[in-house]
């Protein structure tokens, strides 16, 4: 049975089109089940239908639309009840109904399977004996297999629109991941690369230095051509967005792509082909890992390698006509593509690979553009030149929608720009409840150095900062030195405010790529401090680089990741005394009178464990930083990548929330300053929750900066703690959610979270 599944899966993977799935199932499950009928129904929810899609062995004329209500017959039932049915003579069961057209009338055993698709029951899978007889176990079993494996066809091809495409006048929605706030009606650009790597025939040189030279020569233009994108973007972009492209800047080095071009060319190459082979190679790479944000990195690596090719093709250059309501589409829209288009007409995003990490998502976010990521059962052609509505808070897409709902949009998307206009005015108040109570706001960091003070607003200093990411953009080790230059430059540029740098985070889902952990459950593996730990000389150069660069500037703070136990601590503790001492000896050989200062102690807590040894700890740091991302990782059992199990990790799950309560409770009674720096912080209502709690710093990405501090002007403790209240009677997050909403529709805050004022 099981090679018997394999094949039928296998051919159906194959098959150009929904409909020839559909064909080829019911053909070799017919076969394979020895009955005379197998038919597939699916649901179509407009028409409260089911519609007989394919069937071998009943007579379905192609323009005919074989139906059955929702409610009737034994298609119904198996669906209804989410189990198969196994009947031996079907025409005396009371639920029977004939469908008289197709000549079902000759048929008695029937086996149905309903087919379900995260837990939505997309239609039934149905064999038909014309001798009645129960079906066997196995019979059974091989059906409700085939149906599951089915499940995730149909809903592959649903979200493609192909499914109720057939019944509906215009095409449903599709269902992407939200990249980046905000409602965007235009028409889909497909936005193509100038040049593909793809297409380069390999082809050999004998004048290498000839090619060396063409090679370093598109290098340059593609630097001039960076610039120029970076200027043309700089004027509504933040700073720290803009970092993108030194990031690009940075990959054309010799000791990045530069040295791998060349040497393929020394090896004999041609230009072209070497860009080709050193990129792919790289692509590779990154694409094989298995963490998201480094993943994200092979779209750059591939953009930039196409941006020299069309230089050395001569390529470049290319005008678009793009139209007047710009939505850009790709297969991946890159930083540069996105760069690329005129900004007043750029009105939204939509990007089939990638997601919320990727720098197209981190630059519309900051450009306050509309962003939907990850729709990657959609062919590109499919929305060529199609009128689009972008839901970038739902991840909905309207495909050529009706007059009246584009209408509905408009006036969302209207009333979202006063909204933001509104909320950007007051950048620079304080941040404080509406009755006065202060709340310090301050920014994660990490993805680069500099931070366009004026352009923030009011912050109070950066939270978090995650030192991991310089570590993944190398090919080694950074040195100290390296370090050193980095965190110089980051504590500089926020002299006077406390930066929080938290030591090497990684392992989880954020491995190096020249330093390899190969784990079945990487994410409760050797990760943060326990991988540091087990190496010290990684551990003391890093904060010794950390405390170097502190002298003189004295707003350094250090976070530790993923405490589990006391020994945890006092080791950290112990090895930073120890650089301490180093750096201090140092220091005061060259300089007797010289300073430095002992920076404060932290502990993140996200690992569950911490919470029952928070007095211990409280005795050993100064303060505590509540990383709600993992928190609610660890807390639900629910790998945070992983999408089969969205569904699960929720940061407002009552367990979190208790959780979050008693830390705060514990922290207070303890006199420990403790701060939240993982995402829900930045959430309308999760930052509504966290203070109504008592917590009174809160750390979030730049993007976020403005909304909370606008909510939090505009509610009163009072009405957050009767929020609070409520929401931690909810044993549910959606109810929880749904407090918050009415709260803040209440308040005349609902635009922070959905579409609208
Ligand atoms: C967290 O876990 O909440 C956090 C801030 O750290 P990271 O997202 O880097 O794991
Ligand atoms: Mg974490």
Redesign the pocket.
């Known amino acids: 049975m099981l090679t018997v599944l394999q094949r039928i899966v296998e051919a159906v993977n194959q098959a150009p089109d929904l409909d020839a799935a559909l064909r080829m199932i019911v053909q070799k499950a017919r076969a394979a089940l020895g009955s005379d009928v197998c038919s597939v129904y699916l649901a179509d929810h407009e028409q409260q239908q089911f519609v007989m899609m394919a069937t071998e062995g009943l007579q379905l004329d192609e323009n005919e639309r074989v139906t059955l209500n929702f409610g009737e017959g034994l298609i119904s039932l198996a669906a209804q009840r989410e189990e198969p049915l196994n009947i031996a003579n079907a025409n005396e069961h009371p639920n029977f109904k004939l469908v008289e057209s197709v000549g079902e009338e000759a048929y008695r055993a029937m086996l149905v399977a309903p087919i379900i698709h995260q837990r939505k029951v997309l239609g039934v899978l149905a064999a038909q004996q014309k001798k009645a007889r129960a079906f066997s176990g196995e019979e059974e079993a091989f059906i409700v297999t085939l149906a599951a494996q089915l499940a995730t066809v149909i809903a592959h091809a649903e979200a493609r629109g192909l499914v109720s495409g057939h019944y509906s006048p215009w095409l449903r929605n599709l269902n992407g991941l939200p990249g980046a706030p905000g409602v965007a009606i235009g028409q889909a650009f497909i936005g193509r690369p100038a040049a593909t790597l793809s297409s380069v025939v390999p082809r050999r040189t004998e004048y290498p230095w000839r090619e060396i030279h063409k090679f370093r020569k598109a290098v340059m233009q593609t630097r001039m051509e960076l610039r120029a994108l970076a200027d043309q973007v700089a004027d509504y972009v933040a700073e720290d967005t803009l970092a993108i492209f030194d990031v690009y800047q940075s990959m054309l080095d010799a000791a990045s792509l530069g040295d791998a071009v060349e040497a393929k060319i020394k090896d004999g190459w041609m230009a072209q082909t070497a860009v080709k082979m050193a990129v792919e190679g790289f692509v590779a790479k990154f694409e094989d890992l298995d963490d998201s944000y480094l993943r994200e990195r092979a779209v750059d690596i591939r953009d930039l390698g196409q941006r020299v090719l069309s230089f050395l093709q001569e390529k470049n250059g290319l005008q678009h006509n793009f139209p007047d309501t710009c939505i850009l589409i790709a297969e991946e829209v890159t930083a540069s593509m996105l760069a690329g288009v005129p900004r007043k007409k750029l009105q939204g995003l939509v990007s089939l690979q990638g997601s919320a990490n990727s720098h197209a998502a981190i630059m519309a976010r900051s450009m306050g553009i509309p962003a939907v990521f990850g729709l990657s059962d959609v062919p590109l052609s499919y929305l060529h030149d199609q009128h689009l509505i972008v839901d970038g808070y739902s991840g909905e897409i309207f495909v050529n929608p009706p007059a009246q709902l584009i209408q509905e949009y408009e006036v969302l998307r209207a009333e979202e720009y006063e909204l933001a206009e509104m909320v950007a005015e007051h950048r620079d108040a304080e941040a404080c409840t509406l009755d006065g109570v202060p709340v310090s706001l301050q920014i994660?960091a990490?993805m680069n150095v500099e931070h366009d003070q004026e352009r923030l607003g009011h912050y109070e200093g950066i939270g978090?900062y995650?030192t991991?990411i310089p570590f993944m953009m190398r090919e080694r080790f950074p040195t100290e030195s390296e370090q050193y230059e980095l965190y110089l430059s980051v504590l500089k540029s926020t002299a006077g405010l406390p930066v929080v740098m938290?030591t090497l985070?990684v392992g989880?889902?954020?491995p190096l790529p020249y330093f390899p952990i190969h784990e079945d459950n990487p994410f409760l593996g050797w990760r943060?401090i326990r991988m540091t730990l087990d190496h010290p000389e990684i551990f003391l150069v890093q904060v010794r680089a950390m405390l170097r660069a502190n002298i003189g500037i004295d707003n350094l703070q250090i976070l530790l990741?993923m405490i589990t136990s006391l020994d945890e601590v006092d080791e950290s503790a112990r090895l930073i005394n120890q650089a301490y001492f180093e750096v201090r000896n140092e220091l005061l050989q060259k300089d007797r009178n010289a300073h430095i200062s002992r920076p404060k102690i932290g502990v993140?807590i996200?690992v569950p464990a911490l919470l029952y040894q928070l007095d211990a700890v409280a005795k050993r740091v100064d303060f505590f930083?509540?990383?709600?991302?993992?928190?609610?990782?660890y807390l639900l059992a629910v790998d945070?990548n992983n999408s089969r199990v969205a569904g699960i990790y929720d940061n407002f799950h009552p367990a979190v929330l208790h959780a979050l309560q008693f830390i705060m409770q514990r922290c207070a009674a303890l006199q420990k300053p403790v701060s939240?720096?993982?995402?829900?912080a930045g959430d309308p209502g999760g930052a509504l929750l966290l203070v109504a709690m008592g917590y009174r710093k809160l750390?979030m990405t730049t993007h976020n900066l403005d909304k909370t501090r606008w909510i939090l002007r505009h509610v009163d403790s009072k009405t957050m703690h009767i929020l609070l209240s409520q929401v931690m009677q909810a044993t549910h997050p959606d109810q929880v959610r749904r407090l918050i909403r009415i709260k803040l529709e209440s308040l005349g805050l609902g635009g922070f979270v959905r579409a609208g004022k």
């Open positions: 994660n990490g978090l995650r991991e938290r985070d989880g889902d954020k943060g990741p993140m996200e930083s509540v990383g709600t991302n993992d928190l609610t990782q945070r939240v720096c993982g995402e829900m750390s």
